[in-house]
């Protein structure tokens, strides 16, 4: 069984351009998370999607980050513009379904705001 | 605010030796915590969970125990190998939707 794939793996980007992150669930997985992953923290959700509705979005930064997950399958976070605080690494995760299901993880994109 | 708190950042352990793993909560309404293992450059993999109804739950050499009243659960890992060597995230949720609250995790080193 494939993984939750993302790309790119890295990228680094000036403050005040805009990027944008891809996510591949597991098939069949209804549900897809985007964590922000600081150096030295663990993973903060940042939007919860159940099959291509917004379940949870309440600590997304909505004036410089958004997502879609078209179709309820891939995913898409945008930030624009960013800024310097915006460096981590952006993992997707994946689940059957939302509740008490494990969540599996892909790579994780690594950003560098400079 | 940090709801899950994990206070050791590192912990070293000899090879065959056990690795105990702590984490604190604060918040009342978590019911089902869980542990992830990161390796570099990878994205984090399910350990092992437990529910708030149960107090200890095992799965080969990891077993993770939590202490309800105290708002602490622990995971032992017996015996450590040097595969063990990674970083560990405590994760908690009290929702029916799944959102986890990871804590900063602790960077296991395993020496052989």
């Known amino acids: 069984e494939a993984g939750v794939a993302q790309s790119p793996r890295y990228k680094i980007i000036e403050k005040r351009q805009s990027v944008a992150f891809w996510c591949n669930p597991i098939s069949g997985h209804a549900t897809l998370y985007w964590y922000q992953q600081i150096l030295g923290q663990g993973p903060k959700l940042l939007i919860q999607f159940q099959n291509n509705g917004v379940v949870d979005d309440s600590q997304l930064p909505k004036d410089r980050f958004s997502a879609e997950r078209l179709k309820g399958v891939d995913s898409t976070l945008k930030i624009q513009p960013a800024k310097l605080e915006d460096s981590a690494v952006y993992l997707c995760?994946?689940?059957?379904?939302?509740?008490?299901?494990?969540?599996?993880f892909g790579p994780g994109t690594r950003l560098t705001v400079t | 605010d940090q709801q899950v708190k994990q206070n050791s950042p590192s912990l070293s352990v000899q090879e065959g030796r056990i690795s105990i793993l702590n984490c604190d909560y604060t918040?009342?309404?978590?019911?089902?915590f869980l542990w992830y293992k990161k390796y570099p450059a990878e994205g984090p993999t399910f350990l092992i969970s437990?529910?708030?109804?149960?107090d200890k739950n095992e799965d080969g050499r990891f077993t993770v125990f939590l202490n309800k009243s105290a708002k602490h659960l622990s995971l032992h890992i017996v015996p450590s190998q040097p595969g063990d060597s990674a970083v560990y995230f405590c994760?908690?949720?009290?929702?029916?939707?799944?959102?986890?609250?990871f804590g900063k995790g602790t960077k296991l080193s395993v020496k052989p």
């Open positions: 918040n009342s309404m978590f019911d089902y």
């Open positions: 437990i529910s708030s109804i149960k």
């Open positions: 994760a908690a949720s009290g929702g029916s939707q799944g959102n986890l609250i």
């Open positions: 995760a994946s689940s059957v379904s939302s509740g008490r299901y494990e969540q599996y």
